[in-house]
């Protein structure tokens, strides 16, 4: 009875991390035999600055995108929970942008943004402001792409949001009315706690979603400029498939997978304290 | 065509042309054709600095083993051939094919607009250029016309086109490596960042991505390009676009330097083909003398062969074609890229370094420069 779930397991969780601990200790370009390497993946990876900035790189990400992620989501999701006129349509629209491509959607803000000829710094300069270097200042590109990502998933936290609303009983507020408690209070002491569970969910995965950045900067800015962008996953891409770096990408992948379930947990518990 | 004309002529020994599958680069594709076992019999687009990796494979067939190679080999190739497609071990592995020497075009009523009459020759030239033709047109307060464009993400296959063939002119033919040891030559480097930093700095080249092409639009004066541009001009331009070649501009101070980056493509054979005897064939078949003149006339780029402006079979073609001609007086100054390990890596650091020192000016063309060498030296000494 169990076998096939043996089988999965050992094929598709077994083999590739033994591999890949394997390979941690190896040199491999896919297309030649591996090499023994010792401790050398390690030990570069110890002294690779490029790699720590692309985890702060994510780290910004996260700090900017999660946040507004979930202000912008809870507020729309507030809205659209009340009884409004067409807002069944409001809710498609914002989920829109969920099942477009990404990449279409990065070549469409690449033209968005473009310093010189994009049109949101057309308007700006037609409204008499200075150009925004959007995508070209190190310290403009990643808060860009933070607002880039957010515009397209925030149509998913929507959801997941509303569906957090509309299972909070309203008998809750039924007796708060009856206490006269005001809006916000109601909101404060009623919907925020019992938004607590999805607000776990939405946290724990936008965070996994942030670490798993890759499209934008590799469509956008390839990581730049000077490294800005450069996330974790991008760089241990570019090892991979650019440089044919096998035994070193897959180091530096079990390492940020560490990072990920380090942060998780952290957040998790931090998330769930704070919000009760 | 060519497999065409071959395949009636040769009906024992029929040939399938198979476009290479999309990919970011045809490097990637053939990498994962080797680690999967599925390559062709033989690829007539192959990056000559990826050949050592093949070869390392083993999955490329030493041509040079094919008893009529020698005969090929003295009527083909051009002096200097051999010492820089050649492997370490002695063999060759890739028959050069087609030289794509990068030059300047530049766009003539532009210039003659702004009141240049002869295209720069040197980068003061070029500058003075560019600081006539970057313009605001509409008084918006910002440029809307600029001299030149890069891709300015730090792509390592973009610096190719840019740092580098600068470098290589700048350097008097150098590539970064000599004898299989790192030998950057730094002076050049510090002046090819210092070009691209006043030019930068300036505004003369924008910080932005074009869907369109600028060069049509009247948007850019210049862009660094190779042969194939003339065939593409030709089936999308509009009648009335006017362009010309000339020779990439030269540091002050050097007398001459017809130095040029060359995007070099080679032809090889896959060690799992089936038939050996008869791809070899076909290899002699495509390097021809007519089929040169075929990858001339139909593909517009210019073959590895040595006289090619002297043999009687070309005249006419470049009398006619007067453009493709100065890439034919360019090629024998190409170079290509070393044959080393790490090659992409290696250019991404250029691509670090070249946004540092020239795009955002974080730090000098010198700091640039010895940043990039100790780099260099980390990947180097990493991959080898």
Same mark, same amino acid.
């Given at each position: 009875?169990?076998?096939?779930?043996?089988i999965?397991?050992?094929?598709?969780f077994?083999?590739p991390l033994?591999?890949?601990?394997v390979?941690?200790?190896h040199r491999?370009?896919?297309?030649t035999?591996?090499? /023994?390497?010792?401790?050398?993946n390690?030990?570069r990876?110890?002294?690779?600055d490029?790699?720590?900035?692309?985890?702060?790189?994510?780290g910004l990400?996260?700090?900017?995108?999660?946040?507004l992620q979930?202000?912008?989501?809870?507020f729309?999701?507030t809205?659209?929970n009340?009884k409004l006129k067409?807002?069944?349509? /409001?809710?498609?629209?914002y989920?829109?942008?969920?099942v477009v491509?990404?990449v279409?959607i990065?070549? @469409?803000?690449?033209q968005? /943004?473009?310093?010189?000829t994009?049109?949101?710094?057309?308007v700006i300069?037609?409204?008499g402001?200075?150009?925004?270097?959007? @995508?070209?200042?190190?310290?403009w590109?990643m808060p860009?792409i933070?607002l880039?990502?957010?515009?397209?998933?925030?149509?998913f936290?929507?959801?997941?949001f509303?569906?957090?609303?509309q299972?909070?009983?309203?008998s809750?507020?039924e007796?708060?009315?009856?206490?006269?408690?005001?809006?916000w209070?109601?909101?404060?002491?009623i919907t925020?706690?019992?938004l607590?569970?999805?607000m776990?969910?939405?946290v724990?995965l936008s965070?996994i979603?942030?670490f798993?950045?890759?499209i934008?900067?590799y469509?956008?800015t390839?990581?730049g400029?000077m490294?800005?962008t450069?996330?974790g996953?991008l760089?241990i891409?570019?090892?991979?498939f650019?440089f044919n770096?096998?035994g070193?990408?897959?180091?530096l992948?079990?390492f940020f997978?560490?990072v990920?379930l380090?942060v998780?947990?952290?957040?998790?518990?931090f998330?769930?304290?704070?919000?009760y | 065509m060519l497999v065409?004309?071959?395949?009636?002529d040769?009906?024992?020994?029929?040939i399938r042309?198979?476009p290479?599958?999309?990919?970011?680069s045809?490097?990637?594709?053939?990498?994962?054709a080797?680690?999967?076992?599925t390559?062709?019999?033989i690829c007539?687009n192959?990056?000559?600095?990826i050949?050592k990796?093949f070869?390392?494979?083993?999955?490329?067939?030493p041509?040079s083993?094919?008893?009529?190679f020698?005969s090929?080999?003295?009527?083909?190739?051009?002096d *200097?051939?051999v010492?820089r497609?050649?492997?370490a071990d002695g063999?060759?592995?890739?028959?050069?094919?087609?030289t794509?020497?990068i030059?300047?075009?530049?766009?003539?009523?532009?210039?003659?607009?702004?009141?240049?009459?002869?295209p720069?020759?040197?980068y003061?030239?070029y500058l003075?250029?560019a600081s006539?033709i970057?313009?605001?047109?509409?008084?918006?307060?910002?440029?809307?016309?600029?001299?030149?464009?890069?891709?300015?993400?730090?792509?390592?296959?973009?610096r190719?086109?840019d740092?580098y063939?600068f470098?290589v *002119?700048?350097? +008097?033919?150098k590539?970064?490596?000599e004898d *299989?040891?790192l030998?950057?030559d730094?002076?050049a480097?510090?002046i090819v960042?210092?070009?691209?930093r006043?030019?930068?700095?300036?505004?003369?080249f924008?910080?932005?991505t074009?869907?369109?092409?600028?060069v049509?639009?009247g948007?850019?004066?210049t862009?660094?390009t190779?042969?194939?541009e003339v065939v593409?001009?030709?089936d999308?331009?509009?009648?009335?676009?006017?362009y010309?070649?000339?020779?990439?501009?030269?540091p002050?101070g050097?007398?001459?330097?017809?130095?040029t980056f060359g995007?070099?493509?080679s032809?090889?054979?896959?060690?799992n083909?089936?038939h050996p005897e008869?791809?070899w064939?076909?290899v002699?078949?495509l390097?021809?003398?007519?089929?040169?003149?075929q990858?001339l006339?139909?593909?517009g780029?210019?073959?590895?062969?040595s *006289?090619?402006?002297?043999?009687?079979?070309?005249?006419?073609?470049?009398?006619?074609?007067r453009k493709?001609?100065q890439?034919?007086e360019v090629?024998p100054y190409?170079? +290509?890229?070393?044959?080393?390990s790490?090659l992409?890596?290696l250019f991404?650091a250029?691509?670090?370094?070249f946004?540092?020192g020239?795009?955002y000016?974080?730090y000098?063309p010198?700091e640039a420069t010895?940043?990039?060498v100790k780099?260099?030296?980390l990947?180097?000494d990493?991959g080898?």
């Amino acid at each position: 009875m169990v076998a096939p779930y043996i089988i999965h397991l050992a094929v598709f969780f077994g083999y590739p991390l033994i591999f890949a601990l394997v390979l941690v200790f190896h040199r491999w370009d896919i297309v030649t035999e591996m090499q /023994f390497a010792g401790s050398r993946n390690v030990v570069r990876l110890l002294g690779d600055d490029v790699f720590f900035q692309a985890i702060m790189n994510t780290g910004l990400f996260l700090v900017i995108h999660i946040p507004l992620q979930i202000v912008v989501a809870l507020f729309l999701a507030t809205i659209l929970n009340e009884k409004l006129k067409g807002r069944g349509f /409001f809710r498609t629209v914002y989920f829109l942008p969920v099942v477009v491509s990404g990449v279409v959607i990065t070549i @469409l803000f690449q033209q968005l /943004f473009a310093f010189d000829t994009g049109f949101v710094n057309n308007v700006i300069s037609a409204l008499g402001g200075k150009r925004v270097p959007w @995508l070209v200042s190190p310290q403009w590109a990643m808060p860009s792409i933070a607002l880039m990502a957010t515009w397209k998933n925030v149509g998913f936290y929507v959801i997941l949001f509303l569906t957090g609303l509309q299972n909070i009983p309203e008998s809750l507020y039924e007796v708060a009315e009856t206490d006269g408690a005001s809006q916000w209070q109601k909101w404060r002491h009623i919907t925020l706690p019992m938004l607590n569970p999805m607000m776990v969910t939405v946290v724990i995965l936008s965070t996994i979603g942030g670490f798993s950045l890759f499209i934008e900067p590799y469509v956008l800015t390839g990581g730049g400029p000077m490294n800005s962008t450069m996330s974790g996953l991008l760089y241990i891409y570019n090892q991979a498939f650019y440089f044919n770096h096998m035994g070193y990408a897959t180091t530096l992948g079990l390492f940020f997978a560490l990072v990920i379930l380090v942060v998780v947990l952290v957040q998790k518990r931090f998330v769930e304290t704070e919000a009760y | 065509m060519l497999v065409d004309a071959w395949n009636a002529d040769n009906p024992d020994i029929q040939i399938r042309l198979q476009p290479i599958p999309a990919g970011q680069s045809s490097e990637e594709v053939l990498l994962a054709a080797i680690a999967a076992k599925t390559t062709p019999d033989i690829c007539s687009n192959i990056w000559p600095g990826i050949v050592k990796d093949f070869v390392r494979a083993g999955a490329v067939l030493p041509l040079s083993k094919f008893a009529d190679f020698d005969s090929l080999a003295t009527s083909r190739f051009p002096d *200097g051939t051999v010492e820089r497609f050649g492997s370490a071990d002695g063999h060759i592995y890739q028959i050069p094919w087609k030289t794509n020497p990068i030059m300047m075009l530049y766009n003539p009523k532009m210039f003659a607009e702004a009141g240049i009459e002869t295209p720069p020759a040197t980068y003061s030239e070029y500058l003075e250029a560019a600081s006539r033709i970057t313009a605001d047109l509409d008084g918006d307060d910002q440029m809307d016309r600029w001299m030149g464009y890069r891709d300015i993400r730090p792509i390592w296959h973009q610096r190719r086109f840019d740092y580098y063939t600068f470098y290589v *002119g700048a350097s +008097g033919g150098k590539t970064f490596f000599e004898d *299989g040891e790192l030998s950057l030559d730094t002076a050049a480097s510090n002046i090819v960042f210092s070009f691209f930093r006043d030019l930068y700095e300036g505004g003369h080249f924008p910080l932005t991505t074009f869907q369109r092409n600028p060069v049509l639009s009247g948007t850019i004066a210049t862009v660094f390009t190779g042969p194939w541009e003339v065939v593409w001009l030709k089936d999308n331009a509009p009648p009335e676009f006017e362009y010309e070649f000339a020779p990439l501009p030269r540091p002050d101070g050097m007398s001459e330097s017809p130095y040029t980056f060359g995007d070099f493509k080679s032809i090889a054979i896959f060690s799992n083909t089936e038939h050996p005897e008869a791809a070899w064939k076909f290899v002699k078949y495509l390097v021809t003398r007519e089929a040169d003149l075929q990858l001339l006339e139909i593909g517009g780029q210019i073959p590895v062969r040595s *006289g090619l402006l002297s043999d009687s079979l070309y005249v006419d073609f470049f009398d006619h074609n007067r453009k493709l001609r100065q890439f034919a007086e360019v090629a024998p100054y190409t170079r +290509g890229v070393d044959a080393v390990s790490s090659l992409q890596e290696l250019f991404d650091a250029v691509a670090q370094q070249f946004e540092a020192g020239s795009v955002y000016r974080v730090y000098e063309p010198e700091e640039a420069t010895r940043r990039l060498v100790k780099r260099m030296r980390l990947i180097h000494d990493w991959g080898s």
